[in-house]
């Protein structure tokens, strides 16, 4: 019962991950963009003259900005995944104390 409902979930989350490329690919010039590029974009729309504060010291190549975007992506779902694992660990130790204390 388990298995099939997880290979549900899949299906469910394959099919909006293909749904959301595919309603995000129908605009004729449009690209998967960050947001700093969009407000970038809109500062210069609403304040021609602004000067940003700093500049960016080292701009990576879109490879290895990718590359480091889903390397800090991995590790935050590895904590959160550590961290979830390790508190169903301790209930499921507590609830194996109380059931050998009846």
Not at 3 to 22: D, E
Request: zero cysteines; a neutral charge; hydrophobic letters at 45%.
């Amino acid at each position: 019962m388990k298995a099939r409902n997880s290979w549900w979930l899949l299906a469910v989350a394959a099919a909006l991950i293909v749904a959301s490329v595919l309603i995000g690919s129908r605009h004729e010039g449009t690209e998967f963009a960050g947001t700093d590029g969009q407000a970038m974009k809109t500062i210069a729309t609403l304040n021609p003259d602004y000067q940003p504060w700093f500049d960016f010291i080292w701009a990576p190549p879109p490879e290895i900005a990718s590359g480091l975007f889903a390397l800090q992506a991995a590790l935050g779902a590895g904590v959160l995944g550590y961290y979830l694992g390790f508190k169903r660990g301790q209930r499921q130790g507590r609830q194996s104390r109380s059931d050998a204390g009846d």
